[in-house]
């Protein structure tokens, strides 16, 4: 990725001015398929914009410590969801927290989140905080906000960790499926 010298002077010599700015995402931007910085500067001739405005998006740490507090509750409560799916196809004499082993997929996943939590933590504390997790560029054109977004392959902090969010939605994913192949033969 380009760092903000090299972004200026490679548009500055395409005739583009690059403003630092801080860009607030908008739902109606049109957004770019390309990290190709080239194309975007062809997509600026042809629209004849003479500036746009960037940011550069640091890395963040705070975004991936996970909060224990926050997530002590999930293998209860996604448990609960993913039965509530399945009461209704079950037969009335069917146990379902039995049925489905509703115990010891809380206690395996509550072992997974202490786990999970406790790696991450080190993990965090090794990661390198100064690099940039990406870049935005925002191009004013006939009345268009087009949005040209850049992710740092050196700072793969979004591939290596969870968020709170992220860890939720795996705990969702991965409860609901083995809650389903435990009812999987009580089902009618």
Not at 4 to 27: M, T, Y
Not at 31 to 36: A, G, M, N
Not at 110 to 115: H, P, V, Y
């Amino acid at each position: 990725m380009l760092n903000e010298n090299q972004l200026k002077e490679l548009l500055a010599s395409n005739g583009i001015r690059a403003i630092s700015a801080d860009i607030e995402l908008n739902p109606i931007d049109i957004v770019l398929e390309t990290d190709d910085i080239y194309e975007l500067i062809e997509i600026c001739k042809t629209v004849k914009a003479e500036y746009v405005f960037y940011e550069y998006i640091p890395s963040s740490k705070k975004l991936f410590e996970l909060n224990r507090d926050l997530l002590s509750d999930l293998p209860y409560t996604l448990t609960d969801d993913a039965l509530d799916k399945y009461y209704s196809q079950l037969s009335p004499d069917t146990d379902a927290d039995e049925a489905s082993d509703r115990d010891g997929v809380i206690e395996k996943y509550e072992r997974f989140l202490d786990e999970t939590i406790a790696a991450q933590k080190q993990a965090v504390e090794k990661h390198d905080w100064s690099l940039y997790a990406g870049m935005e560029i925002l191009i004013l054109a006939e009345g268009n906000r087009i949005r040209f977004s850049v992710f740092n392959d050196e700072d793969n902090a979004f591939d290596k960790f969870y968020t709170n969010a992220g860890l939720t939605e795996k705990l969702r994913t991965d409860i609901e499926a083995e809650i389903a192949e435990n009812l999987k033969p009580y089902l009618s």
